[in-house]
């Protein structure tokens, strides 16, 4: 039985205000997103992941080295083109503002519809959620116990290091709930913990749901578990 842990990277110098960084910026961690990646590690510390597998952006990777480093037994951190950050195109780099500023129209409709819509000179939801179904299907398929009998905690949970819109299409995705909802319905803070477990045998779309965006490890003391 797949349980997959899904982070999103760290704080970037970019971060703020916040921009589209998808894949045509690769930038790293601000000292502040190596600190998150740090508290990420710490919480997650005793855990004995099977694999740990990135995407190939350096603020993702980055991430995903930190978590191992803290971890007293970690295996080698992968790499997986699949889970690069949605491609924004032309949108890359700019602010929610700048985009309304210069592209008003084309971006009223990527919002009604962020599935079926590409980003002018980039990617659709509908693109992203195709290359995250196939690496689910991947690891879905290296899963597979050897016996009929083993139990179903037998294999070490899978932790997979990506980026906000790609986190929450794949999620979408887990659990069958529509593409174009992704923007509206789900959220991926820096660093949180987000836990699918694959426990009925029928495909990546058959998720069970265990943990959504939990950022106690990087909350203040004191503070509301939510925004």
């Known amino acids: 039985m797949l349980t997959l842990v899904l982070t ?49 952006l350096v603020r993702a990777h980055q991430t995903a080295r930190i978590v191992a480093a803290a971890a007293r037994s970690a295996p080698a951190v992968e790499t997986d083109v699949r889970l690069a950050e949605m491609d924004y195109g032309e949108w890359e780099g700019l602010t929610y503002a700048e985009i309304d500023e210069r592209d008003r129209e084309r971006r009223l409709a990527w919002e009604a519809d962020p599935a079926a819509v590409r980003c002018p000179g980039g990617e659709s939801g509908d693109d992203v959620a195709a290359r995250g179904r196939a690496f689910l299907v991947d690891l879905l398929a290296a899963d597979e116990p050897d016996k009929p009998t083993d139990p179903p905690d037998a294999d070490p949970p899978v932790l997979v290091v990506a980026h906000s819109s790609f986190n929450r299409i794949l999620v979408c995705v887990a659990l069958g709930l529509p593409i174009r909802e992704f923007r509206l319905r789900l959220d991926q803070g820096q660093v949180n913990l987000t836990v699918l477990r694959f426990e009925h045998g029928n495909g990546p779309a058959d998720a069970r749901l265990i943990l959504l965006n939990d950022l106690a490890h990087v909350r203040p003391a004191g503070a509301t578990p939510w925004p």
């Open 8 to 56: 999103r990277h760290g704080l970037t110098p970019r971060s703020s205000p916040e921009q589209h960084l998808g894949q045509r910026i690769d930038i790293a961690l601000s000292e502040e997103g190596r600190e998150q990646a740090r508290a990420l590690g710490a919480r997650l510390a005793d855990v004995e992941f099977g694999r740990i597998v990135a995407s190939p």
